[in-house]
């Protein structure tokens, strides 16, 4: 094989793992432009559904409708507390404890379960 042979495989090579690795970065780059863990599906009483998807520093979740138009799609940020993990935004609250959250706005709150998922592990708020 030609050195201009090798060399081109190189490239070649070299390009599609750079494709590859810009297609995974993207896919953890919503819109907003914040980077993320991926997106987690949760089910609650009254048949409301949704996703939330966190930062990776955990500091801001967007939440998002899974059916429906409950809950409005937002970007909630981390509030201190001391206990559990609490966001807030818009007058919608959500509030994390190991892998259940309860959603909640103005005087109504929710408990919601993780959606059983066989592509991924559950988020854990921890606490």
């Known amino acids: 094989m030609k050195r201009w042979q090798v060399i081109l495989m190189l490239v070649i090579v070299l390009a599609a793992a750079a494709g590859v690795a810009w297609r995974l970065m993207d896919l953890r780059t919503p819109a907003s432009g914040m980077q993320t863990l991926g997106t987690f599906a949760f089910e609650c009483d009254e048949r409301v559904s949704f996703t939330i998807t966190p930062s990776i520093d955990l500091k801001k979740i967007m939440i998002k409708a899974a059916?429906?138009?409950?809950?409005?799609?937002?970007?909630?940020?981390?509030?201190?507390?001391?206990?559990?993990?609490?966001?807030?935004?818009?007058?919608?609250?959500?509030?994390?404890?190991?892998?259940?959250?309860?959603?909640?706005?103005?005087?109504?709150?929710?408990?919601?379960?993780?959606?059983?998922?066989?592509?991924?592990?559950?988020?854990?708020?921890?606490?």
């Open 67 to 127: 059916h429906g138009a409950y809950p409005p799609a937002e970007t909630l940020s981390l509030v201190p507390t001391n206990s559990g993990a609490r966001y807030e935004g818009k007058g919608v609250v959500l509030v994390g404890h190991g892998e259940d959250v309860v959603l909640g706005e103005g005087d109504d709150a929710l408990g919601c379960t993780q959606a059983q998922s066989s592509s991924s592990a559950p988020f854990d708020f921890g606490n």
